[in-house]
């Protein structure tokens, strides 16, 4: 299955699902901020394709820092493009009077800069996060969704999280700045609602990956894909005892339109696929073994500088997704597929990904 044809068959299913009450959107100004991203990215393509199937009038606007991608979206899918940094009161007041629905996706997901600009980090998100609440308040947006992470959960002895379960934070340790900023703007959040009516959902991501995601994300994921193409034995930096958190990225297209729309004021919502949790050295295993068939294998090399990689602290919880299903969402790929859908993503020539 070809790039083009991954990417079409996800958008499909994404707008053919049933449980999301397209008819909401009719007529409405839908903004995205970090449009230029991985997530950003998507919601705009699948809002361009429910444009047309559901004949929605829906109007798009974009906001992020890369201009060649931001005008490509624009382009091809229809979206106003504002280049700008989120830090910056973004100058969307007077491209629209309304903003109806907003997802605020900008943040920094590289690893290592999570160690390396930490100050950057929670400045991004912190400043960033209050000029989008003020901008919802001033326009009046009937929704939004903040992007937020499964870090907020910390380090916690417990083997599944629900989202009343919060851990510790190492607040001396700089990696540290990515989930506590996260944190920071989940209260901020709920300040807003509390003190302004503002009506807002918290989405906690899971890892998503899956067509789309860029062949140079240097996250470990893409990192295990990326030996498999080469047929490259996996090499890793840890012991791999650390369990990760997934869902496949039409599975959290789907899951963050259905908590605009369906999500309660003020809640937060797990956005993962619990079937496909597994630790470090599982994940690594299963891409060496099951989408290399055993030709290639697992090794372990800690290397000494390992503290500027970037990698959050060891986890052993898996997210429980009740509360999501409870509306109705339901993901569809488990981790094999979505590594082999990832990997026919990149496998396509001529395209770039």
């Not at 009719?26 to 393509?45: C, E, N, Y």
């Not at 629905?101 to 997901?109: G, L, M």
Request: net charge negative; hydrophobic share 40%; glycine share 8%.
């Amino acid at each position: 299955m070809s790039m083009g044809e991954v990417r079409r068959a996800d958008i499909y299913d994404a707008i053919s699902d049933t449980g999301i009450p397209w008819h909401e959107l009719s007529g409405s100004t839908v903004l995205v901020t970090g449009a230029t991203g991985l997530l950003g990215s998507a919601i705009v393509r699948t809002l361009s394709a429910a444009n047309d199937k559901h004949a929605l009038r829906m109007r798009l606007i974009g906001h992020g820092r890369n201009s060649g991608k931001g005008d490509e979206l624009a382009n091809s899918h229809g979206m106003e493009f504002v280049r700008g940094d989120i830090r910056e009161p973004p100058p969307i007041s007077g491209i629209a009077e309304t903003i109806d629905y907003i997802f605020h996706c900008a943040a920094t997901t590289a690893s290592a800069d999570m160690a390396a600009k930490p100050d950057d980090v929670m400045t991004i998100a912190a400043d960033g996060t209050k000029n989008i609440l003020d901008l919802a308040l001033e326009k009046r947006c009937r929704s939004l969704v903040y992007l937020s992470s499964m870090e907020v959960y910390g380090q916690t002895g417990l083997r599944e999280v629900s989202e009343s379960d919060l851990g510790y934070l190492d607040l001396s340790n700089p990696r540290s700045s990515y989930p506590e900023s996260k944190r920071y703007c989940e209260t901020l959040c709920a300040a807003y609602a509390a003190r302004h009516g503002l009506p807002i959902k918290i989405a906690r991501l899971s890892q998503t990956f899956g067509a789309g995601t860029p062949k140079d994300d240097r996250r470990v994921f893409a990192q295990f894909a990326s030996s498999a193409i080469d047929m490259r034995d996996i090499e890793l930096h840890t012991e791999g005892k650390s369990r990760g958190n997934y869902c496949y990225i039409s599975d959290t297209v789907r899951a963050l339109l259905t908590i605009l729309l369906k999500g309660a004021n003020g809640e937060a919502y797990n956005i993962a696929n619990p079937e496909a949790s597994a630790t470090i050295r599982e994940m690594a295993e299963l891409v060496a073994n099951k989408i290399c068939g055993g030709k290639i294998c697992v090794t372990v090399n800690i290397p000494q500088d390992i503290n500027k990689l970037g990698y959050a602290p060891d986890t052993g919880f898996v997210m429980n997704a009740n509360k999501l299903k409870a509306l109705g969402w339901v993901p569809k790929y488990g981790l094999e597929e979505m590594y082999r859908r990832m990997i026919a993503d990149w496998q396509e020539a001529g395209v770039e990904s």
